[in-house]
């Protein structure tokens, strides 16, 4: 099957409610350190889930995928590498939720991410064909896209894609807005019963470095796609080719939040965790949640690497579609949470404009790639 933006759009919409949606069940985990069910969640989604999906749609193959000639040992780092700097983005990530709230965090976070993972792979296929230093600063990195920012500004379709992404930034600056008058208006008794440390300035700071660094999975696909390609080429079916690169990243990911856990685990001596639980709490309960969230967590990358076989020539888009589909749940369900509890009505309405803005990118950015296609 070719190119079908409809259908990649749907591909991502259910991954970005999976990706908005993973951290409630944590929210039923008793009596353990952010830590442990953090990292017993992880195992699902970052280990098990991907060598249990890769094995099923690369059946008898997936050896012989990262056997091939394609894949060398630099596209193996660099996907790795890239899914390295995921995780530290993902760290951070889970900090955004502390200091803005699910809604707010992940409109932001995700917000700028968005706009990273777009134009950064088009930018940096530019500064390779540029000649001169631009190229040789980086001739290391793997080709990121096959489309530039030349060709971009030169066409409907790019020129369409530049708009979805500021119209993406407008929605972050609107839902900014939103929690700027929130932290004036909820009492410090209303974020208690939330369990929120609500920290506007701090917030913000954090989310900027993590959307940046979260950006790092959209490079890592584009870094594995030999990795794609082999599967193909031993009849893999196109939309499932992402299964065995996943491995790849989400092992870099593992390995960031591993070691980050294990020294939470021995700073806040909550090693026991793993083996026990508090009077009262059942362990097998704490692990079933945290399967649950690290299995739907996986699911989000999943759906990802399938809506990614859909979007014609301007793949590397798909991130923004990807982001801004987890912005509308995650704001969903921060409503549904009552996090803006307490707040005037106009900021309500303004919270709700933002939403809006971040949907309304998410169209622009599907209109591109749809005057894209026929270029191909």
């Known amino acids: 099957m070719g190119a079908n933006p409809f259908l990649g759009v749907i591909y991502h919409a259910i991954g970005g409610f999976a990706a908005g949606t993973f951290y409630l069940p944590y929210k039923k985990v008793r009596g353990w350190s952010w830590e442990s069910y953090w990292l017993a969640g992880g195992f699902f989604s970052w280990i098990l889930a991907p060598i249990i999906f890769a094995l099923i749609f690369n059946w008898g193959h997936l050896a012989q995928i990262y056997g091939g000639e394609q894949v060398t040992a630099k596209v193996l780092?660099?996907?790795?590498?890239?899914?390295?700097?995921?995780?530290?983005?993902?760290?951070?990530?889970?900090l955004t939720m502390r200091y803005l709230g699910l809604s707010l965090g992940i409109a932001i976070t995700l917000g700028f991410c968005a706009a990273f993972g777009t134009i950064i792979p088009p930018l940096i296929n530019t500064m390779q064909h540029s000649g001169g230093v631009l190229a040789s600063m980086t001739s290391f990195l793997p080709v990121m896209s096959e489309t530039d920012l030349v060709v971009m500004a030169h066409t409907t379709s790019g020129l369409v894609l530049f708009a979805g992404v500021l119209v993406c930034l407008g929605g972050i600056v609107v839902c900014g807005r939103a929690g700027v008058r929130r932290e004036s208006e909820q009492s410090q008794?209303?974020?208690?019963?939330?369990?929120?440390?609500?920290?506007?300035v701090k917030g913000v700071w954090i989310a900027i470095f993590s959307g940046i660094m979260s950006a790092s999975m959209a490079y890592a696909f584009a870094a594995g796609k030999p990795i794609a390609d082999a599967a193909v080429a031993l009849h893999t079916n196109k939309t499932f080719s992402n299964t065995p690169v996943l491995i790849i990243i989400l092992l870099g990911g593992?390995?960031?939040?591993?070691?980050?856990?294990?020294?939470?685990?021995?700073?806040?001596?909550?090693?026991k965790d793993?083996?026990?639980?508090?009077?009262?709490?059942?362990?097998?309960?704490?692990?079933?949640?945290?399967?649950?969230?690290?299995?739907?967590?996986?699911?989000q990358f999943f759906f990802y690497g399938m809506g990614t076989t859909k979007m014609g020539a301007y793949d590397f888009s798909s991130w923004t579609l990807h982001m801004a589909f987890i912005i509308v749940f995650g704001n969903l369900w921060g409503i549904a949470l009552k996090e803006w509890f307490g707040t005037k009505q106009k900021t309500q309405l303004i919270i709700a404009a933002g939403i809006t803005v971040l949907i309304l990118s998410t169209v622009v950015v599907g209109w591109g790639n749809y005057l894209g296609l026929p270029a191909k």
């Open 254 to 271: 593992f390995t960031t939040n591993f070691v980050w856990c294990m020294f939470l685990n021995w700073k806040n001596a909550s090693f």
């Open 274 to 299: 793993y083996v026990s639980a508090p009077a009262g709490v059942s362990i097998t309960l704490n692990y079933l949640f945290s399967a649950i969230a690290g299995v739907t967590w996986y699911l």
């Open 77 to 94: 780092f660099w996907t790795y590498f890239f899914g390295v700097l995921w995780g530290v983005g993902g760290l951070t990530y889970g």
């Open 189 to 200: 008794e209303q974020r208690a019963m939330m369990k929120e440390d609500f920290h506007f």
